[in-house]
């Protein structure tokens, strides 16, 4: 979708003011459990003045990514419950373990598994100190994670895995996000058309969800870098159709997720019924506009916009880690 399509989508604005608060303090307090997953190893609701032996010694980590992750989480939470939907959380960011491990948390899922590390301070206690330190888990979404089938941090491989998932499974959404940096490897570039092999009839949906968040572990990233237009078209050429949900307050960032997700949805539900009404497995093609054909655009061929992949750029990894949220 083209930025200007875009902001119209989100000024929808789905959200009731109850339900927006609500999304809104679930997702602060998964923030909270990742910097107290990164930084601290006592005093885990700081009713203590901070000391420098509460700090870690050694952080590991990555807080760019964290805030991205259980944003996505918690708005697919939101259409799982709404919809009664199937949906895995699969994360490729590295060391974005925090954004993850905190909405398994604070949904109740890590103390089902792992009763010492209950929801009190006690348990919080024991849930920041074993973050990434020795002896103990470590900072990606681990095989120790409840539910977990992807590790993510390998970088490269989060697509892929997404897309075995989704093989007939024909219920099944498969919500992956994937990092700005992991973006660039070479495993990744490649896996963007898995697209290709996925039959709406018996096959679940790939929903791929790209953080541009800027940065990879040491430089910019060039996905997030390049104009709108040129994101776009890249996309559409693999064969997807990409929406664009990005800005920097909160709430109105949740209003666009909502409605953007909302879309997706409704769109994935749309091109599955008509494959399986009519038991014609076709590739969902991107429809021009009537100012495209006017232009004589005609002459270029369509990309095809699978919606078993609608693209996601900038608003937030591997779990399937679930509670509430149905996610396997």
């Not at 509460?54 to 939101?78: E, T, Y």
Request: charged content about 20%; overall charge negative.
């Amino acid at each position: 979708m083209s930025k200007q399509g875009s902001s119209q989508l989100s000024s929808q604005n789905p959200l009731k003011s109850e339900e927006l608060n609500l999304i809104d303090a679930w997702w602060n307090a998964c923030n909270y459990l990742s910097v107290g997953m990164i930084y601290l190893k006592d005093n885990p609701l700081l009713k203590e003045p901070l000391k420098p032996e509460d700090v870690k010694h050694r952080l590991l980590g990555h807080w760019g990514a964290s805030p991205a992750l259980s944003f996505v989480w918690a708005h697919l939470n939101r259409v799982i419950k709404r919809d009664d939907l199937d949906v895995i959380f699969m994360a490729g960011p590295g060391h974005g373990a925090p954004g993850v491990l905190g909405p398994a948390y604070l949904e109740g899922t890590y103390s089902e598994i792992y009763p010492d590390k209950s929801e009190d301070q006690e348990g919080m206690q024991k849930f920041f100190k074993q973050f990434s330190f020795p002896g103990h888990i470590g900072s990606h979404v681990t095989p120790e994670t409840p539910g977990s089938i992807h590790e993510g941090g390998e970088l490269g491989y989060s697509l892929s895995h997404a897309y075995g998932a989704a093989l007939d499974n024909p219920d099944l959404i498969v919500a992956c996000v994937v990092g700005d940096g992991e973006a660039e490897t070479g495993p990744l570039a490649t896996a963007w058309h898995s697209n290709k092999f996925i039959n709406p009839i018996r096959d679940g949906t790939v929903l791929p969800i790209l953080n541009l968040n800027g940065y990879k572990i040491a430089n910019p990233a060039i996905l997030a870098r390049i104009s709108h237009e040129e994101l776009e078209a890249l996309f559409v050429g693999y064969g997807y159709k990409p929406y664009f949900v990005e800005g920097s307050e909160p709430r109105e960032m949740h209003q666009k997720m909502a409605a953007t997700l909302d879309a997706v949805v409704g769109e994935i539900r749309a091109i599955q019924k008509k494959a399986r009404d009519s038991g014609k497995a076709e590739r969902p093609q991107a429809v021009r506009s009537a100012e495209q054909a006017a232009r004589g655009a005609g002459r270029v061929a369509a990309a095809g916009a699978q919606v078993q992949a609608g693209e996601i750029g900038g608003a937030t990894s591997n779990v399937q880690a679930c509670g509430n949220s149905n996610t396997g």
